[in-house]
């Protein structure tokens, strides 16, 4: 019968892949942090800015008007109030997340900024007809189709406010 332990030969081999394997992995980790931290900022920045423009002003009509907890904004700041102040709140998010890197205060104010963001709008699937009206659940229609990214969008946003938030713990250690 043939030993399956490794053999003292082997080790400084595995030893090697292990560390190579490692390595690998951070940079990895690395980079899917940095996709998933640019796939929340560019969608704040970009989608943001049309939040000035008369095209996003005629498509958040239906999404504001039909949440019930979100309909009050149009009384209190008009249509174009509303989009405007969306607009400001999702660009400065996107510029305190940019600084997050560097102040763990912005990221903690950026993340928890975001999370509440992307709360709110994953809550809108709960209140806005988000299925296919032919095939039904599980088939997404386009509005049920342009919210649901945002559930990852706020598990990011929620990673975001952690790591700021544990970069505080250690400052105040």
Not at 26 to 31: I, N
Not at 58 to 85: D, H
């Amino acid at each position: 019968m043939t030993d399956l332990k490794s053999t003292d030969s082997d080790r400084p081999v595995a030893r090697a892949l292990r560390s190579s394997l490692l390595a690998q992995t951070a940079k990895v980790v690395r980079a899917g942090r940095i996709i998933a931290f640019a796939g929340v900022v560019l969608p704040l920045l970009l989608i943001g800015g049309m939040k000035f423009t008369a095209v996003e002003i005629e498509a958040l009509k239906p999404l504001i008007s039909l949440t019930p907890w979100l309909a009050w904004m149009y009384r209190a700041f008009g249509e174009a109030g509303t989009s405007y102040m969306l607009g400001v709140v999702e660009i400065a998010t996107a510029l305190l997340l940019l600084a997050s890197p560097w102040s763990a205060i912005a990221g903690i104010i950026g993340g928890a900024m975001a999370s509440l963001t992307f709360l709110v709008t994953s809550s809108i699937m709960l209140a806005f007809p988000i299925w296919e009206a032919t095939l039904g659940f599980p088939a997404l229609g386009p509005a049920g189709q342009f919210l649901i990214k945002d559930i990852a969008l706020l598990g990011v946003s929620l990673v975001v406010l952690g790591d700021s938030l544990a970069r505080m713990d250690h400052v105040n250690e």
